[in-house]
């Protein structure tokens, strides 16, 4: 069975500094992908970046990148220069042949 | 514009009676999914389809059933709703292994 593990349930990050969500994955599947999603207050799910396994460069969309580690099974999120809007809860997903399974999730509160 | 509908977004009802959550997209997705989001247990897959006609059990299945008549429809049926039920649910499809899912915004029920 696939297991995700975000080991911090909260974290604070003072305003337009970086920070760093964690995120490990147990797999046996040689193929498969690592998502991360934002779910702000409002309730709804955000893509924000994917990274496959035979991907060798690691992820970035914009203040988003993904720390790609395989042999350390980790995937962990980095966001850059924080923003108030930035204070969510934010899930990492593993997609491995058909199971989708999420991390239990990291709460991220920006303060300004 | 492509996305997933879910609704109700907002349904509260009595133990026992049934109802149907309706999830419709329109992006011609071959895989859908339901999740379940409780505080502290994160999102967990009830049943996920890979293609019409073709259901499999998740994570947590028991009280749920699913039907796939057609590519676009993913109905969530709870035939004796419990108060154990009571949660925040998300519909979901993509359309490949590597792109990410595009979530419904999430139905809240309440089960008294």
């Known amino acids: 069975a696939q297991k995700i593990t975000q080991t911090q349930p909260g974290m604070f990050v003072q305003e337009k500094e970086a920070v760093t969500l964690d995120c490990t994955y147990d797999?046996?599947?040689?193929?498969?992908?690592l998502f991360w999603y934002k779910q702000p207050s409002s309730g709804e799910m955000i893509f924000l970046i994917y990274?496959?396994?035979?991907?060798?460069q690691n992820a970035t969309e914009g203040r988003y990148s993904l720390n790609f580690q395989k042999a350390r099974k980790s995937a962990n999120l980095v966001i850059s220069a924080s923003q108030l809007g930035d204070s969510a809860m934010y899930f990492c997903?593993?997609?491995?042949?058909?199971?989708?399974?999420f991390g239990g999730g990291t709460r991220l509160m920006v303060k300004p | 514009e492509a996305q997933v509908t879910q609704n109700p977004r907002y349904l509260i009802t009595v133990t026992g009676k049934k109802l149907t959550v309706t999830c419709s997209q329109n992006?011609?997705?071959?895989?859908m999914s339901w999740y379940r989001q409780d505080p502290g247990l994160g999102l967990r897959q009830i049943y996920y389809?890979?293609?019409?006609?073709?259901?499999d059990k998740g994570d947590v299945p028991e009280g749920y059933k699913v039907s796939r008549k057609e590519k676009r429809n993913f109905p969530l049926i709870l035939e004796s709703p419990s108060p154990n039920q009571t949660s925040l649910y998300f519909c979901?499809?993509?359309?490949?292994?590597?792109?990410?899912?595009?979530f419904g915004n999430g139905t809240r029920l309440t089960v008294t």
């Open positions: 979901a499809s993509t359309g490949s292994f590597g792109s990410p899912l595009h």
């Open positions: 797999t046996s599947d040689q193929s498969y992908g």
């Open positions: 990274q496959g396994s035979y991907d060798e």
């Open positions: 997903l593993n997609n491995a042949g058909n199971m989708l399974t």
């Open positions: 992006m011609n997705h071959e895989y």
């Open positions: 389809s890979m293609n019409v006609e073709v259901t």
